[in-house]
T-cell receptor, first 118, second 114 residues
Framework: ETGVTQTPRHLVMGMTNKKSLKCEQHLGHNAMYWYKQSAKKPLELMFVYSLEERVENNSVPSRFSPECPNSSHLFLHLHTLQPEDSALYLC?????????????????FGPGTRLTVL | SQQGEEDPQALSIQEGENATMNCSYKTSINNLQWYRQNSGRGLVHLILIRSNEREKHSGRLRVTLDTSKKSSSLLITASRAADTASYFCATVDYSGAGSYQLTFGKGTKLSVIP
């Protein structure tokens, strides 16, 4: 798990709080991802960044705001969340996005942040 | 939309037995990957099989792919208590603009009893 790290590992917040999740990858990768994992639901892709540019936003509510200041760091800023946003938030990175006909980019996942919204 | 769907949802076996998990998907794919997740942790990539491959091995893992039936299976032989985890299949398909997207199923929760 030293390749992709996430902090904090656990977070409890009220609906009016503002907090941020942090992800850092030490693999020299160019693409980073945020996923949401809720109980009994498939892993949901939220955002994709490539070379610090957002390339995908899967209809995520605006109370989730990603930020990618450089290719090694990815943040997820949280504001006025709802109890149903409680989940495990996973960050991942990969060498690339599969451009130039190469789709076989393995994703490396961090350990996740367990978020509870009260 | 959900692509991979694992079956069964939960599987409990004795140590030393083989465990078989299945995955079905709906659309054509470039490749299919299997991941493992220990409780409350991140996912770890296990094995990738390309759409033109039928079978692949890695240690105690054996993966098959049948593109005509749009299904894959993961076999773990001689299971150990440490294999207890959730296993997910993920399909890789083209999502446009030169990029590919992983779409995960809900997973199979495997319990190996010592």
């Amino acid at each position: 798990e030293t390749g992709v790290t996430q902090t904090p590992r656990h977070l409890v917040m009220g609906m009016t709080n503002k907090k941020s999740l942090k992800c850092e990858q030490h693999l020299g990768h160019n693409a980073m991802y945020w996923y949401k994992q809720s109980a009994k639901k498939p892993l949901e892709l939220m955002f994709v960044y490539s070379l610090e540019e957002r390339v995908e936003n899967n209809s995520v509510p605006s109370r989730f705001s990603p930020e990618c200041p450089n290719s090694s760091h990815l943040f997820l800023h949280l504001h006025t969340l709802q109890p149903e946003d409680s989940a495990l938030y996973l960050c991942a990175s990969s060498q690339g996005l599969g451009l130039a006909g190469d789709p076989y980019n393995e994703q490396f996942f961090g350990p996740g942040t367990r978020l509870t919204v009260l | 939309s959900q692509q991979g769907e694992e079956d069964p949802q939960a599987l409990s076996i004795q140590e030393g037995e083989n465990a078989t998990m299945n995955c079905s998907y709906k659309t054509s794919i470039n490749n299919l990957q299997w991941y493992r997740q220990n409780s409350g942790r991140g996912l770890v990539h296990l094995i990738l099989i390309r759409s033109n491959e039928r079978e692949k091995h890695s240690g105690r893992l054996r993966v098959t792919l049948d593109t005509s039936k749009k299904s894959s299976s993961l076999l773990i032989t001689a299971s150990r208590a440490a294999d207890t985890a959730s296993y997910f299949c993920a399909t890789v398909d083209y999502s446009g603009a030169g990029s590919y997207q992983l779409t995960f199923g809900k997973g199979t929760k495997l319990s190996v009893i010592p």
